[in-house]
């Protein structure tokens, strides 16, 4: 079973930084695609960032992910937050639970929401 756990957001000033953290089990991490998505009320879900392996840091702008494969853990690190950023931000793996029978599956975490607002 696929657990994909997200951390860290909350209410946050304009112009503030933000650290979410999303802890995976069940899937071959160093092998999955991981991204940070964000659907703000009365709006779809958006991509932020994507991260394959074997590469351990993108920047997206104000965003930046990264990874740990030891940790089996992704990171999403968000600065200079606008009100614009609220959102609830949504933890995304795609991957296989096996080796033996290797297949790319979607899997989603509950999601975290990020408040800005002064």
């Known amino acids: 079973q696929v657990q994909l756990v997200e951390s860290g957001g909350g209410l946050v000033q304009p112009g503030g930084s933000l650290r979410l953290s999303c802890a995976a089990s069940?899937?071959?991490?160093?092998?999955?695609?991981m991204g940070w998505y964000r659907q703000a009320p009365g709006k779809q879900r958006e991509l932020i960032a994507s991260?394959?392996?074997g590469v351990t840091t993108n920047y997206a702008g104000r965003f930046t992910i990264s990874r740990d494969n030891v940790k089996n853990t992704v990171y999403l690190q968000m600065n200079n937050l606008k009100s614009e950023d609220t959102a609830v931000y949504f933890c995304?793996?795609?991957?296989?639970?096996?080796?033996?029978?290797?297949?790319?599956?979607?899997?989603w975490g509950q999601g975290t929401q990020v408040t800005v607002s002064s």
């Open positions: 995304n793996a795609k991957g296989s639970t096996t080796w033996a029978n290797y297949r790319i599956n979607d899997y």
């Open positions: 991260i394959t392996s």
């Open positions: 069940g899937i071959i991490f160093s092998r999955a695609t």
